[in-house]
């Protein structure tokens, strides 16, 4: 076994939680992300002869109120929340650490760049996503982009006072000092300073944006209602609650536990990255 393996081992050993999570996480992604060639139901093929048929063999899931297998389109339906946390979690982290390296390091910046930021963030993140959908054509391609727009203030403040601590530094008067290129510096001394808590927080906005586009799709502002997603779903169920409840509970239990098991990584891997609490960790 290398180091690095035998380092992720005695971590899932002191962190079993982590590790279950982890292990959830990879089944639903491979399970959503392989749906179209497994061998399961059409999740668009409608039989009103089968409609709101309870959890069986058959249909493990039950079936909706068109006779669609509940189990099918939640597995498809995974794929949007994949996509959709994903792509949110890696845009806002992108542009929010290039944002809050310039914050941070650069003064005259700072001021103009963190007043734009409090003013998104004094805005709800569910009121401007419906906001920014409700003026686009609803898709994939909006909710991620209407998604990553509230949550990359988020990262620009953990980024900036990232860089703020480290600027303050001796070694970095030093270079500066000795005339060390900017780029440089911001490559070779900050970046790496700012990787940890940058991984950590992208956790928590995958998490996040998977239920921000539950919510739209819920509400009817987010994905198209024949496209198979998680929200979507429960939306259709929330009518039938008494007579069918397994059309809601089952696509919600799976977003539910997938949110859990999202935010669990996160705290697994802030004490892995963070060598404060790592050292805590290690005295268990």
């Given at each position: 076994m290398t180091s690095a393996g035998a380092s992720l081992w005695r971590f899932a050993r002191r962190r079993p939680g982590a590790a279950v999570a982890g292990?959830?996480?990879?089944?639903?992604?491979?399970?959503?992300?392989?749906?179209?060639?497994?061998?399961?139901?059409?999740?668009?093929?409608?039989?009103?002869?089968?409609?709101?048929?309870?959890?069986?063999?058959?249909?493990?899931?039950?079936?909706?109120?068109?006779?669609?297998?509940?189990?099918?389109?939640?597995?498809?339906?995974?794929?949007?929340?994949?996509?959709?946390?994903?792509?949110?979690?890696?845009?806002?982290?992108?542009?929010?650490?290039?944002?809050?390296?310039v914050?941070?390091?650069?003064?005259?910046?700072?001021?103009?760049?963190?007043?734009?930021?409090?003013?998104?963030?004094?805005?709800?993140?569910?009121?401007?996503?419906?906001?920014?959908?409700?003026?686009?054509?609803?898709?994939?391609?909006?909710?991620?982009?209407?998604?990553?727009?509230?949550?990359?203030?988020?990262?620009v403040r953990v980024v900036r006072s990232v860089v703020l601590t480290v600027r303050e530094q001796t070694y970095i008067e030093a270079a500066i000092a000795v005339g060390t290129r900017p780029l440089k510096l911001l490559a070779k001394h900050v970046l790496p300073n700012s990787m940890a808590p940058l991984i950590v927080q992208a956790t928590f906005i995958c998490a996040l944006a998977v239920i921000l586009e539950a919510s739209l799709s819920f509400l009817g502002a987010g994905t198209p209602p024949e496209t198979p997603s998680w929200g979507n779903m429960m939306s259709a169920g929330r009518t039938f609650i008494r007579n069918a409840p397994w059309i809601l509970l089952c696509p919600g239990c799976l977003l539910g536990l997938t949110v859990l098991s999202i935010n669990i990584l996160g705290d697994g891997l802030r004490d892995l990255l963070d060598p404060r609490m790592a050292g805590r960790v290690a005295l268990r």
């Open positions: 292990l959830f996480l990879l089944v639903v992604v491979l399970s959503a992300l392989l749906a179209p060639w497994l061998p399961l139901a059409d999740p668009l093929a409608m039989a009103p002869a089968q409609r709101l048929r309870a959890p069986s063999w058959e249909h493990p899931f039950g079936t909706d109120s068109f006779g669609r297998d509940v189990f099918s389109r939640a597995l498809h339906g995974g794929r949007v929340s994949i996509v959709v946390g994903v792509g949110v979690a890696t845009l806002s982290t992108v542009f929010g650490l290039v944002i809050g390296i914050s941070g390091f650069y003064r005259m910046a700072d001021a103009i760049i963190m007043r734009v930021v409090d003013a998104l963030m004094s805005i709800p993140a569910i009121l401007l996503a419906i906001a920014l959908v409700s003026i686009n054509k609803p898709g994939t391609l909006t909710l991620v982009l209407a998604i990553t727009l509230p949550e990359i203030p988020r990262v």
